[in-house]
């Protein structure tokens, strides 16, 4: 029965911050053992792994991106936000909201964000 729906801006201009938002439908952000990932897929590439928050509201960020990630939740809107700052057309990419208990998933739809100027 759980949701995920990403949202946000889908054009953002270089050296901008993205942020997108996953508003989850179904259950609750903080059902113990629930983790809340971001997922990107540049067009032709393989899906790239940003980071999560966990139900407790502990954070992990992928070594690559962690200078300029940063994911936090609002429990009371049942949403969990990703920002990536300092961003490069290199960024552009289809952003997905997932959930992990035992395994990956479900997933949202992803929303797709182009870094151009």
């Known amino acids: 029965q759980v949701q995920l729906q990403e949202s946000g801006p889908g054009l953002v201009k270089p050296s901008q911050t993205l942020s997108l938002t996953c508003t989850v439908s179904?259950?609750?952000?903080?059902?113990?053992?629930?983790?809340w990932n971001w997922i990107r897929q540049p067009p032709g590439k393989d899906l790239e792994y940003i980071g999560y928050?966990?139900?407790?509201?502990?954070?992990y960020y992928s070594p690559s991106l962690k200078s300029r990630t940063s994911i936090s939740r609002d429990t009371s809107k049942n949403q969990v936000t990703l920002q990536l700052s300092s961003v490069t057309p290199e960024d552009t990419a289809k952003y997905y909201c997932?959930?992990?208990?035992?395994?990956?998933?479900?997933w949202g739809q992803g929303t797709q964000v182009t870094v151009s100027s």
């Open positions: 997932v959930r992990n208990v035992a395994t990956m998933g479900p």
């Open positions: 179904g259950g609750s952000i903080t059902t113990n053992g629930h983790y």
């Open positions: 928050i966990a139900y407790s509201g502990s954070t």
